[in-house]
Structures are given as C-alpha cells and as structure tokens.
C-alpha cells in the first residue's frame, strides 16, 4: 500500500515542527486515501498552528480554467487565515507572505511532465524560503506517469519560462519530491529542504498501481488517464488543433475541423503504434478553441503504458498534421505563460530550433536519437537524488 509524504507527516510529524507556524501551499488534490484534505488534516493535528494557505496556477480551490488566468488572494472560509495566490499578482512569494509562517509545507500532484507549473511554484517558494530564512517540507507523492521512463529534449535556458525554469526532459521521471532535491541541489537553489517520502511507492508505478484516489490536480487532468497522455498531448496548446478543452477528456481527445484522419492515420502507419489505439472520432468542443464547432480528430486510448512514449507519439501526430494540412494548420500566436514574445509552442518544446526541424518535416526518430545523449545525462544526474527504487 502506497502512503503519501501527507498521511506520513500526519501520522508521525518530526520533532522539529513542535511549536512551529505553518504555510501549506495546496490544493483540492492535496488528499489523503480516505479523501480528507491536508488544511482540515494538518489544523486537527496542529490546532491554531496553521497560519497561511498558498495556491499555484488555477486556484486554491483549482476553479481556473485556463492558462493565464489569476487567482486572487483570499481568507479561507473556514479557518480564517490568509490564502496566498501564486498565480495571480505575483507568481514569487512576498516577504509579506512568508512573515506569518516559520515551515512551509508543500502537498501538490505533479503530472510529471517539464510543462506544468505547480513545480515552478514549488522552486519560487523554494528561493523565497532560502532569502527569508524558513524551511520548505515538500510531503511527497507519486509521479502518475511513473518513474523510471525519461522522454524528451532537455529545455534550453534561453527558452526558460514559467512552463520551464530548468533544462530537464519533458517526461522527467521524478516525484515532486525528488524534483525538490534535484532543485535545490543541482540547481543551487540551497533552501532549508526536508522531503517526507512515501511508503511503498515504486518507480514502475503508473498512478492506477498505487490504490490511492484520483482527484483532478487541475481542471483538465480529470483522470489518470489524461494525465498519461499529458505529456505529448500538451504540445497542442501551442498550435490551432484543439488539444480537447472543452470537452470532458481534455488531452485524451484532440483535433480541428480541418483533420483528414485517414491520411493521418496512414502517416502515423495505420493502427501499429506501440502501447496505444488512435480512435478517430469527431466532438465538438464547449469552449475554447474550436467552440461549438465539430472537430475530426482521435482519442489516444493507451493499451500499454509501459509501451507508450507519449512525446514521441504526439511529436509524429504534429508532423503527420503538418504533412497534410499546413494551408490551415497554424502555430499559436503570444502570450503564453506570461511571454509575451516567442512562440508558445518554443516554450513548450524547450527549442525554438525543434520547432523549425519539425516543420521541415524531419523524421522525428532521428530527432529523438540527437537529445538522446543528453536525455541519458539527465538520467544519470539524477541517480543521487532518487528516493525510491
């Protein structure tokens, strides 16, 4: 049985946070097994030593939609303490901020891809704590896409962005843990870290081996599922091809009016791809991109998780779009993410030079074997911060 770094904490909290002030930067996912959040679990423990809430991008309560959409600071209804946004005035913690707390507590889901923010969020509390003095306590949990597969291009520093701080692979391997050591360490960020691990968890682990329950980290990972394609599917935020907001299996499903789904899929070699089943379908999104408008497209049904390398896949799906359809494809224009400059789908790929190189039609295994050398570098350099075997 797998038990988090939260149920840990609570069950046995260390000596050291006797008599301390606490920050929890949280949200809805941040649960125990029996569904009971961590700010109801951590003020029952700790009665009146909780004393400030914090929230990453979509909001405490993760009611956000969409990129790029703030939160606001608020009072939680319950406890009446302040709850902080960190995506909303400022993505970086205040002194103001910090003032209330001596420990901040991190419990968020990652996705495990090199794109999603909370880990950004993470290592800005990370450098804040480091400046005024308190200590982060991250309360580990699982990597949904498990641990042992790393996939992808390391990003380029010039291409750092908020959904991408640091030069590691889109599907990067590590638990939120880890990453918090692999911050701290390799990339200097020197804090006062502690991380509480899990019991039980390991590294071939997908989120449906490890018995605990799902809640949506954000509103469109609504389940295991989407989170398992989410780290290629996510390329599409960069593109006009609806990557399924709007729909009820945002990531999972993906398409445009304009997709011949017979020619992609001759492209793409039929139906023999290995560890997945394009299903070509048509659905018409509620909102976003694509609104109200029938869109021929596929659902990625995955056969084989092990099998399956979700980046690689959605790179071929690009370049088999781009072979057929590129009078109507179209790359994204700025802001994304609060860069305002280059393109969003760059920021997205960690390359600007990738995306060039993908809409030259270049075969996308050969792609995959130039990063291989410095995907095999990342994998040893993270030997020493692993927790889990």
Known sequence: MVQTGLERFIAAPPEWVKGKRLGLLANPASINRGYIHARELIHERFPGRLAALFSPQHGFFAEKQDNMIESDDLTDPVLKIPVFSLYGKTRI?????????????????????????????????????????????????????GGESVEGNCLKNEYASFVGRFPIPMRHGLTIGELARL????????????????????RQMYFQDTGLPWVAPSPNLPTPASALVYPGQ????????????????????????????????????????????????????????????????????????????????????????????????????????YEFEKFPVDLILGDGELRSKIQALEDIDRLEREWMEETRKFKDDILQYQLYH
């Open 183 to 202: 911050f701290n360490e390799h990339f200097h960020i020197h804090c006062d870290l502690e991380v509480i691990p899990m019991t039980g968890w390991r």
């Open 93 to 145: 913690p205040t002194r103001q901020m910090f003032d209330p707390i001596d420990i901040l507590l991190v419990d968020l889901q990652d996705a495990g891809t090199r794109v999603y923010t909370f880990i950004y969020t993470m290592s800005y509390c990370m450098e804040a704590a480091r400046r005024f003095g308190k200590k982060v306590v991250v309360l580990d949990r699982p990597n949904p896409v």
């Open 234 to 337: 996510v390329i599409w935020e960069g593109t006009n091809v609806s990557e399924g907001r709007g729909t009820t299996q945002p990531f999972e499903i993906f398409g445009a009016p304009f997709l011949e789904v017979d020619k992609i899929l001759e492209t793409m070699g039929g139906r023999k791809l290995s560890g997945v089943f394009l299903r070509p379908l048509t659905f018409e999104p509620t909102s976003h991109k694509w609104a109200a408008t029938p869109c021929r497209g596929f659902q990625i049904h995955v056969t084989d998780p092990g099998r399956y390398a979700p980046f690689t896949v959605s790179l071929k799906l690009l370049s088999a779009v781009l072979r057929h359809h590129r009078d109507c494809f179209e790359w994204k224009a700025p802001p994304y993410e």
